[in-house]
């Protein structure tokens, strides 16, 4: 029942693997600090007589650099930030959105979360990389990869506008899924 009771700041990260949760404790009496990563700990440091400082770990499977900024505010108050890769989670999130796609849906009663990064070409499903098979076709290419036995395509396409730049399309069993937004 200990546990938890310093808990000061949670977090949901989007990665290409999946949404992490950071939940960091910060005993301002004890100076103790602890980093969870998705409920495992990461990080334990007990009586830390400095109590402002940074944390710094790993989040998911390609090892995303986290840092956790401990800043005093006034007196006794702290304040807390966390950077994904050098950013704040609000920038790094903006320019996520511009690198990757990411699609939600349901098939047979299971939810699946699919991530193209766009920069790579890889395609993320529920955590895993995927194998995929990428061909050029007359309006652009496709990538293709399976979900289970349903077969899965992304489709790359011209906008043919400067600015827009390519539209990716997720296809899954000849359905267009509509793009989620995190």
């Known amino acids: 029942l200990e ?7 949670v977090w949901e990260v989007a990665l290409s693997d999946g949404v992490h ?16 990563v998705d409920g495992k700990e990461e990080i334990r440091k007990e009586w830390m007589f400095k109590l402002v400082g940074k944390e710094t770990f790993t989040v998911g499977a390609a090892k995303t650099k986290a840092t956790i900024n401990i800043d005093a505010v006034s007196g006794f108050a702290y304040e807390y930030t966390l950077e994904i890769n050098g950013k704040s989670l609000k920038k790094y999130m903006e320019n996520r959105s511009k690198t990757t796609n990411t699609w939600i849906l349901s098939l047979g ?27 050029f076709v007359e309006d652009g290419t496709e990538t293709h990869f399976s979900v289970g036995d349903h077969s899965c395509c992304i489709k790359a396409v011209s906008s043919g506008k400067r600015k827009e730049g390519i539209i990716h399309t997720l296809i899954v069993d000849d359905r267009e899924i509509p793009e989620a937004v995190e």
């Open 109 to 135: 009663g299971t939810d699946y979360r699919v991530v193209l990064e766009k920069d790579t070409m890889d395609v993320w499903c529920n955590g895993q990389k995927m194998e995929t098979a990428g061909e």
């Open 3 to 9: 546990k938890m009771t310093d808990l000061v700041a």
């Open 21 to 36: 949760k950071i939940e960091f404790e910060h005993g301002t009496t004890s100076g103790k600090r602890v980093v969870y």
